[in-house]
């Protein structure tokens, strides 16, 4: 098992009032597997995921990554394991306007966490870009890149220092079907080929019906949807 969640919960307290995002959800992961995670829009699927990639505290419960405790560790430690084993695609992609396309991949290869030298992450990057195709972009903006090559660029970022475990909120929600579908297939290509687990947030039905299973989150609890 790669990831284990138990018992989550998460309130925002708002100026007039208390929401609960999360009541009690538990989730498992194991080495290789791939779950997509659904539901309404504003349930706390986005939430969910920064708590299992150590962004976001919980109020209550445990994740476990690796056999290693998020939260039982300082922030420091919990760096240091997100450095390790987690890789993050946001909707958004989160490129640096002001760095170029293989510096922002070799971004989290260049924490001190992650322990990897300069040129070996800049190889690494390299030869990331070569495999979702844009080896000719290395030298480019983000801002000179499409919505989907800015993504393919935010695949290899989290990729580049060899996690187990792919956290991806909504990473087509910004593109259009074709250009989503692309993604995706890279996504399932390259987590098949260093048998990655994945836990993926959509709202497409098509996206989520790729992977192993399909946990639904309502009422702050998730659930096998049927």
């Known amino acids: 098992m790669i990831l284990e969640a138990l018992k989550l919960f998460k309130t925002y307290v708002l100026p007039h009032k208390r929401v609960e995002v999360l009541k009690g959800a538990t989730l498992s992961v194991d080495i290789g597997e791939r779950v997509a995670v659904v539901g309404r829009s504003g349930s706390g699927k ?3 995921l920064h708590i299992l990639g150590g962004l976001d505290r919980p109020d209550a419960g445990e994740v476990h990554v690796g056999g290693q405790s998020l939260y039982a560790v300082s922030a420091r430690a919990r760096t240091a394991i997100r450095a390790a084993r987690i890789g993050l695609v946001f909707q958004s992609y989160h490129l640096l306007p002001e760095m170029d396309v293989t510096e922002n991949v070799m971004l989290p290869a260049m924490t001190g ?7 070996q992450a800049r190889q690494r990057a ?9 080896a000719d972009r290395a030298s480019h903006m983000p801002l000179e890149l499409s919505g989907g090559e800015q993504q393919r660029v935010a695949l290899a970022r989290a990729l580049i220092h060899q996690p187990s475990l792919i956290l991806a909120d909504e990473p087509t929600g910004n593109l ?3 250009t989503g579908a692309q993604v995706m297939d890279l996504l399932f290509g390259l987590s098949g080929t260093r ?4 836990v993926m947030v959509t709202h497409s039905p098509e996206t989520a019906a790729l992977c192993d299973r399909v946990l639904e989150l309502q009422d702050g609890l998730l659930a096998v949807r049927a």
């Open 46 to 48: 986005s939430t969910l």
């Open 195 to 198: 048998d990655l687990s994945l």
């Open 126 to 134: 390299l030869d990331l870009l070569d495999q979702v195709g844009l």
């Open 176 to 178: 259009d079907r074709m």
């Open 113 to 119: 966490a992650a322990g990897i030298k300069k040129a």
